[in-house]
């Protein structure tokens, strides 16, 4: 994490010298190991070989909370609208993002679904990746529908985008209202957003990537989460936020500044708006970091992940009381 700093906060600049860094942290043999002892499973959500689910199971660590059975977390990965999957090829060995699964599972005791959703080069489209939210959570649902689970959502950077576009899209979706919400089935908790661009420049370095997955501009403006959420709520006020359920935005020290001004103004558009919010920043981490730390064994590395155990803790703690 030390060397993190000099790598500034470009996201060009720092992507490779991170996935190197943390590349080799997982594949010593130890934290490889670890990772891949996890039990594992695989399963389809959609018709689309990117609509799978990876669901990691845990046995004897002691259940979060106090609860009967597990809580999930369902960890929606980034990848900048073009890559992204339940491995991927920056960090070698296939760890992954098998090490969040083995984090949360093993360390604190969630079962862990990570679906994969569409790419720009499956040709992704807006509302496409809301839809595989959807999707998946649909899933979800269908396979819990007997079991009483408290669910998180935890959506980082692109993932993120379209964890926060399903959350606020009520007017493409008509059925979320009901999804997570059946008595005796899984419930949905808590969406925490983590390094998540709820605001874009549409001339920035991804305009191309912007236009394809939007449709350009004008689009853009009208579509990108806190633009989308106003309009969503401006047309269902006050369902939209009261209903929902308590937001945590994290984001890093050395995340670019924009998705750091985009995210404290998500969290005061949310909060004007009555819903339940929350801010607190990763110091020492970058973009990249978070979900890479994650496995590696060091105590340092992986706070991040063992402070949302805590805040999820809470959350359920709270709902017992």
């Known amino acids: 994490m030390e060397h993190l700093a000099a790598l500034g906060r470009n996201i060009p600049a720092m992507a490779k010298p991170t996935?190197?860094?943390?590349g080799e942290l997982l594949n010593?043999?130890?934290?490889?190991?670890?990772?891949?002892?996890?039990q594992l499973t695989?399963?389809?959500y959609g018709e689309h070989e990117k609509q799978?689910?990876?669901?990691y199971h845990r046995s004897s660590v002691p259940i979060p909370g106090g609860k009967e059975l597990r809580p999930i977390l369902v960890f929606y990965f980034g990848g900048g609208f073009v890559s992204g999957g339940s491995t991927i090829s920056e960090i070698p060995g296939g760890l992954v993002y098998g090490n969040v699964g083995y984090f949360f599972a093993e360390k604190l005791g969630y079962e862990v679904v990570i679906p994969g959703y569409r790419?720009?080069?499956?040709?992704a489209k807006f509302p496409s990746g809301a839809e595989d939210v959807q999707g998946a959570l649909e899933w979800l649902q269908q396979h819990y529908h007997t079991e009483s689970r408290d669910v998180f959502i935890l959506g980082n950077s692109a993932g993120g985008v379209h964890v926060a576009s399903w959350l606020v899209g009520g007017c493409y979706f008509p059925k979320k209202d009901n999804l997570l919400r059946q008595p005796g089935g899984p419930t949905l908790s808590s969406i925490i957003f983590l390094g998540t661009p709820f605001q874009w420049d549409t001339q920035g370095p991804l305009k191309d990537i912007l236009d394809t997955y939007y449709g350009g501009e004008d689009e853009i403006a009208k579509l990108e989460p806190t633009a989308l959420m106003r309009r969503t709520v401006t047309r269902l006020r006050p369902k939209v936020v009261t209903e929902n359920e308590n937001i945590l935005i994290v984001i890093s020290q050395f995340d670019p500044e924009p998705i750091e001004t985009a995210g404290r103004n998500f969290l005061k558009a949310w909060s004007e708006e009555g819903g339940k919010a929350s801010l607190i920043t990763l110091d020492g981490y970058n973009h990249f970091s978070p979900p890479l730390a994650l496995g590696t064994g060091i105590c340092k590395e992986e706070e991040w992940g063992v402070n949302i155990g805590h805040w999820m803790m809470n959350q359920l703690q709270n709902e017992i009381i």
């Open 19 to 22: 996935f190197q860094i943390y």
């Open 28 to 38: 010593r043999p130890e934290s490889a190991a670890a990772i891949r002892s996890v």
């Open 42 to 44: 695989s399963h389809s």
């Open 52 to 55: 799978n689910i990876d669901l």
């Open 119 to 123: 790419l720009l080069g499956d040709g």
